[in-house]
């Protein structure tokens, strides 16, 4: 006589994975925006681009 064990059905939980990885997303997204599209990203930017260009010996 075999014994059946119980095992619980995991069907829903890859799509609760997905579902929080796109809202880690979407927050992450947000949270980058915010950060890029005001003074600090602009000044970020321009300094990077700036030493990208001295690097290269072009500026």
Same mark, same amino acid.
């Given at each position: 006589?075999?014994? @059946?064990?119980? @095992?619980?059905?995991? @069907?829903?939980?890859?799509?609760?994975?997905?579902?929080?990885?796109?809202?880690?997303?979407?927050?992450?997204?947000? $949270?980058?925006? %915010?950060? $890029?599209?005001?003074?600090?990203?602009? %000044?970020?930017? %321009?300094?990077?681009?700036?030493?990208?260009?001295? $690097?290269?010996?072009?500026?």
């Amino acid at each position: 006589m075999a014994l @059946r064990t119980f @095992r619980p059905s995991q @069907r829903g939980v890859t799509t609760a994975e997905y579902a929080v990885a796109t809202a880690a997303g979407a927050g992450f997204a947000g $949270l980058l925006y %915010k950060l $890029l599209s005001g003074g600090f990203g602009d %000044k970020l930017i %321009k300094t990077l681009f700036d030493h990208v260009l001295n $690097l290269l010996g072009l500026g």
